[in-house]
């Protein structure tokens, strides 16, 4: 059963619709009603586009690396979103901590805010 802070795998497309490549991608959250809709962010192993106070790096030293599933250090890169069927994503292959995916939604709040 798919929850909040999974990190799943699923073709995230490029900004210009065209077909992505597989990759790991967090489920932020289910949206509200009856479909099986989630709110998703990409994860990327390229850190260089992480942006500060903004993007979550998930480094190999960090204690809920392991669940993560991810094989490198990665960016949860909180500006690249999408909305997705539950259906195309491709199986869980771990889990963030529960304190850090309160602060990647705080840090996708504060922005939605300003």
């Known amino acids: 059963m798919k929850s909040a802070g999974d990190i799943v795998l699923f073709r995230f497309p490029q900004t210009d619709l065209a077909e992505g490549k597989l ?28 942006l500060p106070d903004f993007d979550e790096i998930v480094q190999e030293s960090d204690p809920d690396f392991t669940q993560s599933g991810l094989k490198l250090e990665s960016a949860i890169r909180v500006g690249r979103l999408a909305v997705i069927e539950g259906e195309l994503l491709l199986g869980e292959v771990g889990k963030i901590s529960n304190e850090r995916l309160k602060r990647i939604k705080k840090h996708l709040s504060d922005w939605l805010s300003q």
């Open 23 to 50: 990759r790991p991608a967090l489920l932020l959250g289910k949206l509200p009603g009856e479909y099986d809709d989630w709110l998703i962010c990409m994860i990327s192993s390229q850190t260089r586009q992480y």
